[in-house]
């Protein structure tokens, strides 16, 4: 079946690291992949979209990876900061169609 | 520009009643999207509509139906709401389809069925 996981844990990390969010997908060939911030009590915020012939994006502290090899979509906030904690999701369409398909986010906790 | 309004922000309902989610975007896009956020479940999709005139079923429609009003609006509605239907609720909208781009979503509406 075509999965899209996410570690559920929450990442805790100290400020001014960085942080590097993982979002694995078995059973799909993506076109594209997108990540989005959600904060609480929130809609998601659209942040990157990477599509399948990139390697790496790159948005000012953000940075996101593609590997289609690995099924794998690295996203790294450098520089971290307390702002940036948020839950963060990963998107990506089902292969022929443009609906995204979102994975269930992970909990970034920035520490001051 | 307000982007995608949902209204309203929250609701309770008994089992067994009606109600009628709206959503409208003033991004002049194709495509619209309902979701639901169920906690430990992420987004889900239940409902969608390619172009004005269109709808078809997510991952998630059943005790749903919607209305693709104009290219504005898309309207959710449960027709006899049970308590497996509380949730927190996205309307989402983003350019043609077939050319992917990012969604925008509104800012939800929290139903709860008791």
């Known amino acids: 079946s075509q999965k899209i996981e996410q570690n559920s844990e929450a990442l805790n990390i100290q400020e001014g690291k960085t942080a590097t969010l993982t979002c694995n997908y078995t059973n799909y060939s993506p076109a594209y992949l997108q990540w989005y911030r959600q904060d609480p009590g929130r809609g998601p915020v659209f942040l990157l979209l990477?599509?399948?012939?990139?390697k790496e994006k790159r948005k000012e502290r953000l940075k996101v990876t593609f590997d289609t090899t690995l099924k794998q979509s690295l996203f790294h906030i450098t520089a971290s900061q307390p702002a940036d904690s948020a839950t963060y999701l990963c998107a990506l369409d089902k292969g022929g169609s443009y609906i995204p398909t979102f994975g269930r986010g992970t909990s970034l906790i920035v520490h001051p | 520009n307000a982007g995608v309004t949902q209204t309203p922000k929250f609701q309770v309902l008994k089992t067994g009643q009606s109600m009628t989610l709206q959503c409208a975007q003033d991004?002049?896009?194709?495509?619209m999207y309902w979701y639901r956020q169920d906690p430990g479940m992420g987004l889900r999709l239940i409902y969608y509509s390619a172009s004005e005139g269109t709808t078809d079923k997510g991952e998630v429609p059943n005790g749903y139906n919607v209305s693709r009003l104009n290219k504005r609006e898309f309207s959710l509605r449960l027709e006899s709401a049970a308590p497996s239907q509380t949730s927190v609720y996205f309307c989402a909208s983003s350019e043609a389809a077939g050319a992917w781009t990012e969604a925008f979503f509104g800012q939800g509406t929290r139903l709860t069925v008791v």
């Open positions: 991004m002049n896009h194709n495509s």
């Open positions: 990477i599509r399948e012939n990139e």
